[in-house]
């Protein structure tokens, strides 16, 4: 049985992944802003309502884990943010609450979760193909992509620092999946993989991923975009 915190579990892939650990009888400490009914009658599911984007809300998260938990084996940081609209029209403001959630809301959960990660956990960051150099972009989603680039690197850099401890940090880039987010920055396209399909397919990769990989950035796309 693992301990595994999910990100973004209020719809899409988050709450497939949720809903997948705690049917095989792993223990899941589901982060979202909204919470599912669903997820609040699972036996095996801890909700917690937390805006990753304010970093005084993961003060929640501590709590649970140094009362409850008090160590963690897997974080699949799935929660994202995304605008699409021309560069020209793109503000700040879009800039920073894009990376408040992509980027600086990894980073301080993971922070906050070092002191209970152990030798074999894995620490899984759902970027996208937008996210990888040379790959085909996409006008409107600067701030998007370029958050989903630097979350690359920031996996990258942690694989090396914590390699010693056997903490394991890996990238997915994943391509279109049919989810909600998608449809709100694209009407109407209908991408090729459903949300449940990609969970079943990261739900194997983090509870093994970390055996073969570490420090790896593994494109999950069957398709352009």
């Known amino acids: 049985m693992k301990n595994?915190?999910?990100?973004?579990?209020?719809?899409?892939?988050g709450y497939e992944l949720a809903l997948q650990f705690a049917?095989?009888?792993h223990q899941v400490l589901a982060i979202s802003r909204k919470t599912p009914q669903a997820l609040i009658e699972n036996p095996n599911i801890t909700c917690l309502s937390v805006d990753l984007s304010k970093e005084s809300d993961l003060k929640n998260v501590e709590d649970f884990l140094s009362q409850t938990w008090k160590k963690v084996d897997i974080i699949i940081h799935n929660a994202g943010s995304l605008v699409?609209?021309?560069?020209?029209?793109?503000?700040?403001?879009?800039?920073?609450?894009?990376?408040?959630?992509?980027?600086?809301g990894v980073a301080n959960l993971t922070r906050i979760c070092?002191?209970?990660?152990?030798?074999?956990?894995?620490?899984?960051?759902?970027s996208s193909m937008g996210g990888i150099q040379g790959s085909m972009k996409?006008?409107?989603?600067?701030?998007?992509?370029?958050?989903?680039g630097a979350l690359i690197t920031l996996s990258e850099l942690l694989a090396e620092e914590y390699k010693e401890q056997g903490?394991?940090?890996?990238v997915?880039?994943?391509?279109?999946?049919?989810?909600e987010m998608l449809n709100e920055a694209f009407p109407g396209y209908q991408a090729p993989i459903s949300a449940k399909e990609m969970a079943d397919y990261i739900f194997n990769f983090a509870l093994t991923g970390n055996k073969y990989q570490n420090g790896k950035v593994i494109q999950v796309s069957s398709s352009t975009p």
């Open 4 to 13: 595994v915190i999910i990100t973004g579990t209020s719809r899409g892939i």
């Open 23 to 25: 049917k095989a009888g």
């Open 84 to 104: 699409n609209k021309p560069f020209a029209q793109t503000s700040i403001e879009d800039f920073e609450n894009v990376y408040k959630v992509n980027v600086f």
């Open 114 to 126: 070092l002191s209970f990660l152990q030798n074999g956990s894995h620490v899984v960051s759902i």
């Open 138 to 148: 996409f006008a409107g989603l600067s701030a998007y992509s370029s958050s989903k």
């Open 167 to 170: 903490i394991a940090f890996n």
């Open 172 to 179: 997915l880039a994943i391509g279109a999946v049919n989810t």
